[in-house]
């Protein structure tokens, strides 16, 4: 299936792509876990902050230039099965708060992705560790620490699917959807 492309908003595609935004490639999430992750971000991530859908972010910024050889990557990493992604636990990150991901596959494709991508990688995105899904941030410690609190005596693992891979301009706010690489 070939790849679509979308804002994050609604409505069209934003005017004004440059070569150099930065691309931020996320994992996509079936549908009813991106509906109770977007509920969770909603009800607690500061309103005049939260410009993005819940997301799991694989890689913060690869070079908008590379665009082409980017998206061949991922059209050939996509040509997978779907995958089971268990949701482990509730993280503290201090000042916000996120639920932590454990999947195998995902490891392993996060891996593969960093090889082929080697020469771009920013810190950062070199030093991935665990995926999660953050659903508060950028609060004070005690609102932080009272929904840890709250979300981990509430807490029940489950587990959810990876359903492909996202690819979005990031442009300072909001991102723009360049494509979906869905897994066959």
Known sequence: MPPTARSARSGPLHEGRSSSDPLVLTL???EDAQQRFDRLRAAHFPAERNHLRAHVTLFHALPGEHLGEVTG????????S???????????LGRGVALDLASPELTALRRALAAAFDPWLTRQDRQWSRPHVTVQNKVEPDVARALHADLSAAFVPETVTGRGLGLWHYRGGPWDLEAEFPFR
């Open 28 to 30: 996509l999430l079936d």
């Open 73 to 80: 990557e991922l059209r050939a990493a996509a040509a997978r």
């Open 82 to 92: 779907p995958f089971d992604v268990a949701v482990t636990g509730v993280r503290s």
